[in-house]
T-cell receptor
Framework: AQSVTQLDSHVSVSEGTPVLLRCNYS??????LFWYVQHPNKGLQLLLK??????LVKGINGFEAEFKKSETSFHLTKPSAHMSDAAEYFC???????????FGTGTRLLVSP | DGGITQSPKYLFRKEGQNVTLSCEQN?????MYWYRQDPGQGLRLIYY???????QKGDIAEGYSVSREKKESFPLTVTSAQKNPTAFYLC?????????????FGSGTRLTVV
């Protein structure tokens, strides 16, 4: 069965500094991987997705993630944090051909001025 | 604009009451899902449906019921058998295809027991 582990429950950065949110996955087959963002009391918005094409995936709002099969990782990065990036971020895995998504427990990103 | 509409945004339930959360989509998506979100626990799947008049239990279905009479609608009933219903409930939908394109989410309903 597939699973995903988000290694940090909270990450704090200063505005203008790089962001790194870490995610490791476990999957028996070729996985599809996603990052979603959730602002307080809102639904989840898709940031980016990996579905076996290019290993470096670019998403919205300047975020990107790199699929590393050898490390079973899919870390989310952004070169320069903005105050509006403060939110909760979810790493999500699904095995190829299966529609059920499995969510990580989330990482709360705090951005200070 | 296409999307998913959840209503109401806030809902209060008395002990022993059943309440129904609405979820409607106009994306022509085949599949619909209900998740429960509690602090520090991520999202947990309650029920999902891949086709009209068919649905499957997720990981935490006890105390909940659903129906899928129309492609656009997937209401969730929280019954009195659900002992700890206070949570944030999210509805989602997706296309069913060989590649997984991910889900589109509604903006959620916050249910509180009073």
């Amino acid at each position: 069965a597939q699973s995903v582990t988000q290694l940090d429950s909270h990450v704090s950065v200063s505005e203008g500094t790089p962001v790194l949110l870490r995610c490791n996955y476990s999957s028996s087959y070729s996985p599809s991987l996603f990052w979603y963002v959730q602002h307080p009391n809102k639904g989840l918005q898709l940031l980016l997705k990996y579905t076996s094409a290019a290993t470096l995936v670019k998403g919205i709002n300047g975020f990107e993630a790199e699929f590393k099969k050898s490390e079973t990782s899919f870390h989310l990065t952004k070169p320069s944090a903005h105050m509006s990036d403060a939110a909760e971020y979810f790493c999500v895995v699904s095995e190829a051909g299966f529609q059920k998504l499995v969510f990580g427990t989330g990482t709360r990103l705090l951005v200070s001025p | 604009d296409g999307g998913i509409t959840q209503s109401p945004k806030y809902l209060f339930r008395k002990e022993g009451q059943n309440v129904t959360l609405s979820c409607e989509q106009n994306l022509n998506h085949d599949a619909m899902y209900w998740y429960r979100q509690d602090p520090g626990q991520g999202l947990r799947l309650i029920y999902y449906s891949q086709i009209v008049n068919d649905f499957q239990k997720g990981d935490i279905a006890e105390g909940y019921s659903v129906s899928r009479e129309k492609k656009e609608s997937f209401p969730l009933t929280v019954t009195s058998a659900q002992k700890n219903p206070t949570a944030f409930y999210l509805c989602a939908s997706s296309i069913l295809a060989t590649d997984n394109y991910g889900y589109t989410f509604g903006s959620g309903t916050r249910l509180t027991v009073v």
